[in-house]
């Protein structure tokens, strides 16, 4: 084993194991507190090697490490919100002391805020995979039970028509109302931009019932505006259809096509460079100040389909258009389509008795 003096004074260890080479600063420039560390930093090497002991990380650097292995998702963004979030219910200890009992707080504690099962869930899932990545990169981990989050995920909240109408209102590109406290510092056309692109964007969610990632990420060459169509691309499920356009999308993407921003997205970030992103919050402001409760933007999708099904529209042929690749999770909506059953039934009854 050897010490070496740096210009600074301070001792750098250096010794060889198996052929390997290890160092680290001794943070001293005492020789023999220096030694002291040199020794211990040697056992824990042989220590490692003889009795298979794994490297430690705490949890925060493990959280980040596991966010970095995301890196190249497409919903990077909103693993990263989700890990913060994390981050702000745990100490910064490491990992392998974390227990069930830690998790199973953290659980009560969103609950007791009224977070909805679904958050509380993502979290876990976040937690969860951290764990298992740092087991996969050879670091100590906890054994932990994760607690199961029941997930109602039968919910449908699909807009009525006045509420349409009220949310519209509001998005509305030229709605004075967001221009009479504008500050000689706005730049009012880069928030004319950003509100066409919120009602476009809202056009498009409630006519084609796609999800928010993929009319945000839309490319010019998926969409033909000389047959009215759009190629409709799923990597969640992996698969892709080619729905026809209402007339308002057609107007939304014609008009988005002859002020073409970029070349390749049909919506863009800020920098007008990039594919927008999970960006919703003035859309959610909007449904808010439209005086409509317990909507979200994935809602959207669940008004298409129910519009669907409650105008004629069976269930596996909504499957289809919504690209569910297990129809089972279409179901959801098979009452709207046993109560249209029903009111064709009455019609017939009427016809064949008049």
Same mark, same amino acid.
């Given at each position: 084993?050897?010490?070496?003096?740096?210009?600074?004074?301070?001792?750098?260890?250096?010794?060889? &194991?198996?052929?390997?080479?290890?160092?680290? +600063?001794?943070?001293?420039?005492?020789?023999?507190?220096?030694?002291?560390?040199?020794?211990?930093?040697?056992?824990?090497?042989?220590?490692?090697?003889?009795?298979?002991?794994?490297?430690?990380?705490?949890?925060?650097?493990?959280?980040?490490? !596991?966010?970095?292995?995301?890196?190249?998702?497409?919903?990077? /963004?909103?693993?990263?919100?989700?890990?913060?979030?994390?981050?702000?219910?745990?100490?910064?200890?490491?990992?392998?002391?974390?227990?069930?009992?830690?998790?199973? =707080?953290?659980?009560?504690?969103?609950?007791?805020?009224?977070?909805?099962?679904?958050?509380?869930?993502?979290?876990?899932?976040?937690?969860?995979?951290?764990?298992?990545?740092?087991?996969?990169?050879?670091?100590? &981990?906890?054994?932990?039970?994760?607690?199961?989050?029941?997930?109602?995920?039968?919910?449908?909240?699909?807009? +009525?028509? /006045?509420?349409?109408?009220?949310?519209?209102?509001?998005?509305?590109?030229?709605?004075?109302?967001?221009?009479?406290?504008?500050?000689? !510092?706005?730049?009012?056309?880069?928030?004319?931009?950003?509100?066409?692109?919120? #009602?476009? %964007?809202?056009?498009? %969610?409630?006519?084609?019932?796609?999800?928010?990632?993929?009319?945000?990420?839309?490319? #010019?060459?998926?969409?033909?505006?000389?047959?009215?169509?759009?190629?409709?691309?799923?990597?969640?499920?992996?698969?892709?259809?080619? %729905?026809?356009?209402?007339?308002?999308?057609?107007?939304?993407?014609?008009?988005?096509?002859?002020?073409? *921003? =970029?070349?390749? #997205?049909?919506?863009?970030?800020?920098?007008?460079?990039?594919?927008?992103?999970? +960006?919703?919050?003035?859309?959610?402001?909007?449904?808010?100040?439209?005086?409509?409760?317990?909507?979200?933007? =994935?809602? !959207?999708?669940?008004?298409?389909?129910?519009?669907?099904?409650?105008?004629?529209?069976? *269930?596996?042929?909504?499957?289809?258009?919504?690209?569910?690749?297990?129809?089972?999770?279409?179901?959801?909506?098979?009452?709207?389509?046993?109560?249209?059953?029903?009111?064709?039934?009455?019609?017939?009854?009427?016809? !064949?008795? /008049?």
């Amino acid at each position: 084993m050897t010490l070496i003096k740096q210009k600074s004074g301070i001792f750098q260890v250096r010794f060889m &194991v198996d052929g390997k080479t290890y160092q680290k +600063s001794s943070q001293s420039k005492n020789k023999a507190k220096a030694q002291q560390v040199e020794r211990q930093y040697h056992q824990e090497i042989l220590d490692k090697k003889l009795l298979g002991t794994k490297d430690s990380i705490n949890l925060y650097s493990a959280l980040d490490t !596991f966010l970095t292995s995301k890196i190249a998702l497409k919903s990077y /963004d909103d693993i990263a919100n989700k890990v913060r979030g994390v981050k702000l219910y745990f100490d910064d200890k490491p990992l392998h002391e974390l227990s069930t009992s830690d998790v199973e =707080h953290y659980v009560l504690t969103r609950r007791q805020e009224g977070r909805a099962a679904q958050t509380i869930e993502h979290g876990i899932i976040q937690l969860r995979g951290c764990v298992e990545y740092m087991d996969r990169l050879d670091y100590q &981990v906890p054994i932990i039970k994760f607690p199961k989050i029941k997930v109602q995920n039968q919910r449908i909240r699909s807009l +009525s028509r /006045d509420e349409e109408i009220r949310l519209l209102a509001e998005l509305v590109p030229d709605n004075t109302k967001y221009y009479k406290k504008l500050t000689p !510092f706005t730049d009012k056309p880069e928030l004319m931009k950003q509100r066409q692109d919120n #009602w476009d %964007l809202v056009i498009m %969610l409630l006519d084609i019932g796609a999800r928010y990632s993929e009319i945000a990420e839309l490319t #010019w060459q998926q969409v033909d505006l000389k047959e009215k169509t759009i190629l409709l691309k799923r990597s969640k499920t992996n698969n892709e259809a080619v %729905l026809y356009m209402s007339n308002r999308v057609y107007q939304v993407l014609k008009s988005r096509n002859d002020k073409k *921003v =970029h070349h390749k #997205w049909v919506f863009t970030d800020k920098s007008g460079n990039n594919p927008r992103k999970h +960006s919703t919050i003035a859309i959610r402001r909007a449904i808010l100040n439209a005086g409509i409760e317990d909507f979200r933007v =994935h809602d !959207f999708r669940h008004t298409c389909a129910s519009r669907l099904v409650q105008n004629g529209m069976t *269930v596996q042929e909504t499957a289809h258009i919504l690209g569910h690749s297990n129809i089972a999770t279409t179901m959801r909506y098979a009452h709207l389509e046993k109560n249209q059953v029903a009111e064709k039934m009455k019609a017939v009854i009427d016809r !064949f008795n /008049d």
